[in-house]
């Protein structure tokens, strides 16, 4: 770890020329060609919307680009974010952006939340107040840092930013804050991210809290034998899932750079390549984080985070800190024997009938009650 520890102030100013430019870019956008689909009538079966089988189509992104260039205002997501305290610091020599909002209860638990691609710290923003000032229930200091390589903390300036260095410098972030217990939680690239923070500080990590446990089958026959019906639809959506909506993944785990310079040079490819994955998120969500990727060309070093997960060797041994589990209905949903397997820790497992990968955005309410009660309970032990 790098010996400047310093931790100074932050505050988002993007310069005008920085927002002429993006607007000159969508106008001048040309457009894709696509094939005429047959969509009326049409019902989700699948992890695929109907019209959306060939990818994002034309006209989502027509009209997300006209809304970009026309109603979408910047400047309020910007004075937003401004409201809470926002700061950076350098940890192994990568600048880290995080927002470190405090409760003034005192008996509020620290908590670091991870966010996941491609999204952003503002994946949390619903979740601050709730969090930090609860009518009932557990309150938290949140700590909310930007990935490595994405939004505010910049691109990566070298190789190895995977799930184990990032959570190595979660651990000396929060030692940096003075935090001699806190927990941690995350979503997507986040729930791998939480449990090796977890794995490698058990000192002062009381407990893991996550939206996913990506824990998969190791092949054998007998991994998938005695399965119930509700289990097999797991593992069809899994399935389905791999075959038709995972070409983000399998590209940014082998060739992050080559798609990398069109998203550097295209707002609206930028817009297109995330919504794929936030399409089911409010227009507003999806241009503020496209427009963050943007603004800090983390496009690249986003897609990386694939890379170098991917090349990482893994361990093989299972976590063993206090784990907890808010799975969500159209998510990805593991079975939990393959989750024990894992994680040799899991004290609460919580299945919901709605809510989707993106939780904060439309089941928040469970997913704060589930905050609350799992660090409630792990916290008095």
Request: no cysteine; proline share 7%.
């Amino acid at each position: 770890m790098t010996t400047n520890t310093e931790i100074h102030p932050f505050r988002i100013d993007i310069p005008q020329a920085d927002l002429d430019d993006l607007q000159g870019r969508l106008e001048r956008t040309r457009w894709a060609n696509e094939l005429p689909l047959q969509t009326e009538g049409a019902v989700q079966t699948g992890p695929v919307p109907p019209g959306w089988e060939y990818g994002v189509p034309v006209g989502y992104v027509q009209r997300l680009v006209e809304a970009w260039r026309t109603t979408y205002d910047w400047r309020a997501w910007e004075a937003r974010l401004n409201e809470y305290p926002q700061f950076v610091t350098e940890i192994d020599g990568q600048q880290i952006h995080f927002l470190h909002v405090r409760s003034a209860d005192p008996n509020a638990i620290p908590l670091l939340l991870t966010h996941g691609w491609p999204n952003s710290v503002v994946e949390f923003l619903g979740l601050i107040e709730p969090l930090t000032a609860p009518t009932e229930g557990q309150a938290f200091h949140l700590v909310i840092p930007s990935l490595p390589g994405f939004g505010f903390s910049g691109p990566t300036a070298d190789q190895g930013w995977n799930r184990y260095r990032t959570a190595r410098a979660w651990a000396e972030l929060m030692r940096r804050l003075g935090y001699e217990k806190y927990g941690a939680h995350g979503n997507d690239a986040g729930a791998y991210v939480a449990p090796e923070l977890g794995r490698i500080d058990p000192e002062h990590v009381i407990g893991v809290h996550v939206t996913q446990l990506f824990s998969f089958s190791s092949g054998d026959p007998a991994d998938l034998a005695d399965l119930s019906e509700d289990e097999l639809g797991y593992v069809r959506f899994l399935q389905s899932f791999q075959d038709n909506m995972s070409a983000y993944a399998k590209l940014q785990e082998t060739q992050p750079q080559t798609l990398a310079h069109a998203l550097a040079d295209s707002p609206s490819g930028q817009l297109a390549w995330i919504a794929q994955l936030l399409g089911g998120t409010s227009d507003e969500h999806v241009l503020t984080n496209a427009t963050i990727y943007w603004l800090t060309n983390t496009g690249a070093s986003s897609a990386r985070f694939y890379y170098e997960d991917h090349h990482a060797d893994h361990p093989t041994t299972p976590t063993t800190a206090p784990t907890g589990l808010s799975s969500f209905a159209f998510d990805f949903r593991p079975l939990r024997r393959f989750a024990e397997r894992d994680h040799s820790n899991i004290v609460s497992w919580n299945e919901y009938d709605r809510g989707s990968h993106w939780a904060t955005q439309d089941a928040p309410d469970l997913l704060i009650q589930d905050l609350q009660g799992f660090f409630s309970k792990v916290s008095e032990h």
